[in-house]
């Protein structure tokens, strides 16, 4: 239809609260709520690739099966895809790279304690240094034993392992 033709937003309020309904409930079922400290940025957007195009079979389908009298365009829904599509994967983007930089800033950072301090120990305490925008902030080391040596790559030995319980409630770990 020409532009004169086109009917006004309003007259597609059913669908496009069944379409907000969908996604939100797709989401939910995908997990897409829950805050993971790192994702690969291909893996968020095939999840929501995935998430959205299952929303809006949903919509198709409801919008059919209740028989909306809505008479809307075909390529309205492609439409709305595609815009949900880049719209959530811009949108999570930003609220990822908002929390990164508060972790790195410091707030809702995770304290932690690495138990051992052998090799496995060496990796896990340079991977911590070293990306501080996982948001953990590392308190210290506890081995099996006492140890002669009071720190590890500069962080310290804060006791042993029979110690873990104490140091958990007292550091707030």
Excluded: C
Excluded at 68 to 91: E, H, K
Aim: net charge negative; glycine share 6%.
């Amino acid at each position: 239809p020409t532009a004169d033709d086109l009917p006004s937003l309003t007259v597609y309020t059913q669908l496009i609260i069944v379409q907000i309904i969908s996604v939100i409930v797709v989401f939910f079922f995908y997990k897409l709520y829950h805050l993971v400290r790192a994702t690969s940025r291909v893996d968020q957007i095939y999840t929501i690739f995935s998430a959205v195009s299952i929303a809006s079979l949903f919509t198709i389908a409801f919008g059919t099966l209740a028989a909306l009298n809505i008479d809307y365009p075909r390529s309205l829904l492609v439409y709305a895809w595609v815009m949900n599509i880049g719209l959530v994967a811009l949108g999570r983007w930003l609220h990822q790279k908002t929390r990164t930089w508060l972790l790195v800033q410091g707030v809702g950072q995770d304290r932690v304690i690495v138990v051992g301090t052998g090799d496995i120990a060496n990796v896990v305490v340079q991977k911590i240094k070293w990306s501080p925008y996982l948001g953990y902030e590392l308190v210290g080391l506890v081995d099996h034993h006492s140890s002669p040596q009071q720190e590890l790559l500069g962080v310290p030995i804060i006791g042993t392992i029979d110690d873990l319980h104490d140091l958990i409630e007292r550091e707030n770990i």
